[in-house]
């Protein structure tokens, strides 16, 4: 039996790095793998954890520039004690804080760490001491792999392994009629969006573009599921929005939801509005659903829509672009519909839970 630590920079909060680790950790093979899981703290993430079946032990990791030396010597020394009581075999932190500790302790310990980056952009000499901590880097796309073209050894060391959908779970024969029963839609053509909401998911380019495809089709609707977790200010900055562009009367906030697969049953089309983006899990969910996707031509999403084949990609920041692209779909259910059945496809040949977990886990027998 192979005890694994795992290590993730939340305990309240489930975005799609929580999502897509806590899918890996549903489906390791426990005859040879025993997971055990560090988050900051106690909530909505450590409850689900707990909820199946997985164990979780709570060690505070505050941000560096925040805290003093003793301090951090305090939590590496939780890390390194917490390795030893648990006989880790090997460590794979979730996110950069996650890595800098766990990565530190585990050298220490000279217990193997593999460091799961999910995030686009550069971060500066810490990220830099991750890499050297790690004797290997999972990045989620070809485009978050690109930041590490300085590390001499990045083709040994750094290597792409895709998010990936369970298909029992996110399928074409979602109808999503509770969601339209929930929030009185109807039977209205839905476009919706879904994600955090967090400012460089561009979520203003999409209700600009609702705006204007409001004009040509007087009875679509749109749906924004997805929760602001920093206070509620952006969220009322895009509730304002939607008011001065006159959606008041065809838009919803749905919140944070957990039952994505109807969410994506109800629509016609998924957007995604990025200005930066490391996956877009959503997409992988949407098109396993056979669903047709908008998406802006950010980060990874090349790598995962096939722009006119499984969806229509568009330049950032361009909410013109965007609305075309929607109407163009709304137009043409025929197209929308091959796209949809395409997208499904190529989610099935390259982006299944089960490839995934299976990549992950070889990884670990390397390293053993």
């Known amino acids: 039996m192979i005890h694994l630590l795992y290590v993730d920079i939340f305990g309240d909060y489930i975005g799609g790095g929580q999502i897509s680790l806590l899918a890996l950790l549903k489906r390791l ?41 003793l301090q951090i010597i305090k939590t590496i020394k939780d890390f390194i004690l917490l390795l030893k009581e648990k006989k880790i075999d090997l460590v794979h932190a979730n996110g950069l804080r996650a890595a ?5 302790a585990a050298r220490w310990q000279g217990v193997p760490f593999i460091w799961h980056v999910r995030v686009i952009e550069f971060g500066g000499w810490p990220e830099k001491l991750c890499a050297y901590l790690a004797e290997r880097i999972i ?35 979602i109808k999503g009629d509770n969601i339209r029963k929930e929030f009185n839609l109807g039977n ?11 400012p460089w998911k561009g979520h203003r380019y999409f209700l600009e573009a609702a705006a204007t495809v409001s004009r040509k089709f007087s009875e679509v609707k749109f749906l924004v599921v997805g929760e602001d977790f920093v206070g509620g200010r952006y969220r009322r900055q895009l509730e304002d929005l939607a008011f001065k562009l006159g959606l008041v009367d065809r838009i919803v906030f749905a919140g944070f939801r957990q039952d994505i697969p109807e969410i994506l049953g109800s629509l016609e089309i998924l957007v995604l509005t990025s200005l930066q983006e490391p996956f877009g899990r959503v997409l992988i969910e949407a098109m396993a659903c056979a669903k047709p996707v908008v998406a802006t031509n950010a980060g990874g999403v090349p790598e995962i829509v096939h722009d006119g084949e499984t969806g229509l990609l568009v330049p950032m920041r361009d909410p013109e672009a965007l609305a ?14 091959e796209m949809g059945e395409k ?13 995934h977990v299976k990549k992950v886990e070889s990884l670990y027998q390397a390293l053993r």
């Open 29 to 69: 093979d426990r005859r040879l793998y025993y997971p055990l899981v560090v988050c900051p703290s106690r909530g909505k993430f450590a409850r689900v954890l707990r909820n199946n079946g997985i164990e979780v032990k709570i060690i505070e990791m505050k941000a560096l520039k925040t805290i003093n030396f």
């Open 100 to 104: 800098i500790y766990s990565g530190l």
């Open 139 to 173: 990045v989620n796309s070809e485009a978050v792999g690109e930041k590490f073209n300085w590390l001499k050894n990045k083709s040994k060391k750094v290597v792409c392994i895709y998010n990936g959908v369970d298909l029992d779970e996110f399928h074409p024969g």
């Open 188 to 198: 209205s053509p839905l476009v919706g969006i879904v994600g955090g909401l967090i």
């Open 324 to 337: 075309r692209s929607i109407k163009l779909l709304l137009n043409n259910k025929e197209k929308a519909k």
């Open 343 to 355: 997208g499904r496809r190529r989610v099935e040949e390259n982006f299944t839970i089960e490839a």
